[in-house]
């Protein structure tokens, strides 16, 4: 199957839970100024369907504004692909809290009306501005996992200051888990991996944790008391209940939410915020300076996820993989 300049070939979804199958699409208007979704479990989905938002590849062509990036250079993309420019939070900077247009890189729409399609796919057409240039040292197949799940974990834990001096307890030892894990540990900190039972006691300490705590284990809980400065939560289960963490932290620690869930978080009471003086704070990825800001650390530190790799002619084999709950801790996907 071959694709002319604006069109591509992808690996499409056509339905709820269909295989993904090999189609051609129009890729968006050139323009020189500028799992969740498969299952639906984040709301409806426009068919069909091109997932991957976790993006590298080589430049094979820029418009004439571009000046960060030129034909082949290796570049990447994450779950985010566009703003408006123009409302107060982009132009402080943070254009991934975009209060018009937060475009997303899959099951979106571009400004000019035209779908967005991710990376499941030979080719890639997107805005310059949420496209950033890969450090030499980062092989492209560790360098793409940093564009969702690296920076989701990393910019929460950076602009909260994690240090040699904290102690960050992160809840979920998983595909953002252990990304938060490797994150603080090469920040300085000591890390407490935290899981509702014993199962990922080993793995946590080879991703680098000094403790361990199950969660379940209400004497365990109760040694950690007003002991962490950080709580970077990842995933929990349906049972959450806000005191049972948030007495964890030390004065004026930080509770930090990256988890989305598909049910609601319970209420909290307020004598729980009050007589514990802690922070809530959540985090949408991370805006484009936090995103360079990652890839520079990452390169400097060595930070390195733990993959897999597949063929993308073995996609629906990734995909029954990931259903299984296979991962150890993210899938890469090669063309």
């Known amino acids: 199957m071959n694709a002319d300049k604006d069109s591509f070939i992808a690996w499409a979804a056509n ?22 979704t498969l299952s639906e479990s984040w709301g409806p989905t426009d068919w069909p369907c091109v997932v991957g938002h976790e993006i590298v590849g080589k430049v094979t062509r820029v418009g004439k504004n571009v000046t960060h990036l030129k ?28 209060m018009k247009s937060i475009i997303m890189t899959y099951n979106s729409k571009w400004l000019n009306g035209d779908k967005t399609y991710g990376g499941y796919a030979r080719k890639w057409r997107g805005e310059s501005h949420f496209v950033f240039k890969v450090p030499d040292h980062l092989p492209s197949d560790i360098a793409c996992t940093f564009f969702c ?6 910019a929460p834990l950076k602009r ?10 992160v809840m979920g030892i998983g595909g953002l888990g252990h990304y938060g894990i490797l994150w603080a540990k090469a920040m300085g900190a000591k890390v ?20 361990f705590l199950i969660t379940s284990d209400s004497e365990a809980m109760a040694k ?11 995933g929990t289960g349906s049972d959450f209940e806000w005191a049972t963490y948030l007495t964890l932290l030390q004065p004026n620690g930080y509770f930090l939410n990256v988890s989305a869930p598909e049910w609601d978080f319970p209420k909290i009471n307020a004598m729980t915020l009050i007589f514990n003086q802690v922070f809530i704070h959540g985090s949408h990825v991370g805006n484009p300076e936090e995103i360079r800001d990652m890839l520079d650390f ?37 063309i």
């Open 160 to 169: 909260t200051h994690v240090n040699s001096t904290s102690v960050v307890g």
């Open 192 to 211: 407490v991996g935290m899981s509702h039972s014993d199962k990922k006691r080993d793995v946590a300490f080879e991703l680098g944790c000094d403790e």
């Open 298 to 334: 990452a390169d400097k530190h060595n930070v390195r996820p733990w993959i897999k790799k597949y063929s993308m002619k073995d996609v629906n084999k990734a995909l029954e993989d990931f259903r299984a709950g296979k991962p150890r801790f993210r899938f890469v996907l090669e």
């Open 15 to 36: 339905a709820k839970d269909a295989p993904l199958v090999e189609t051609e699409l129009k890729l968006r208007a050139w323009d020189e100024d500028y799992e969740h």
């Open 224 to 234: 950690y008391q007003h002991e962490l400065t950080h709580i970077l939560c990842t």
């Open 71 to 98: 034909v082949g250079d290796r570049a990447g993309v994450g779950a985010q692909s566009g703003s408006c420019h123009q409302c107060r939070n982009c132009l402080q900077g943070n254009g991934n809290l975009c």
């Open 149 to 154: 799940a690296g920076v989701t974990t990393y």
